[in-house]
Nanobody, 115 residues
Framework: QVQLVESGGGLVQPGGSLRLSCAASGFTFSSYTMSWHRQAPGKERESVAAITNAGSASYADSVKGQFTITRDNAKNTVYLQMNSLKPEDTAVYYC?????????WGQGTQVTVSS
């Protein structure tokens, strides 16, 4: 029932920007914290940002001041604005909702930062 569909990834040059979107369905979107995570090649998945139902945002130290998470409850969508991108930001980016003691994940969207 829970469905999360990411979009907006692609190839971007260092210093560029991307805006990722995650369309959610199958649950009461406005009641839950939403989050973004990423997994780089050969590395474990890591948390990037989260936003509560009330709109309070938190970030990993590595992306503070660089990424911004927002949500639009009317559209059941959470966004990740990524600025000043660096090659080390290259990863598959996933959105997630935490409910019933587990994360539900989308399929992910590839972000590649390269010149």
């Amino acid at each position: 029932q829970v469905q999360l569909v990411e979009s907006g990834g692609g190839l971007v040059q260092p210093g560029g920007s991307l805006r990722l979107s995650c369309a959610a369905s199958g649950f009461t979107f406005s009641s839950y914290t939403m989050s973004w995570h990423r997994q780089a090649p050969g590395k474990e998945r890591e948390s990037v940002a989260a936003i509560t139902n009330a709109g309070s945002a938190s970030y990993a130290d590595s992306v503070k001041g660089q990424f911004t998470i927002t949500r639009d409850n009317a559209k059941n969508t959470v966004y990740l604005q990524m600025n000043s991108l660096k090659p080390e930001d290259t990863a598959v980016y996933y959105c997630a909702v935490y409910r019933s003691l587990r994360h539900y994940w989308g399929q992910g969207t590839q972000v590649t930062v390269s010149s």
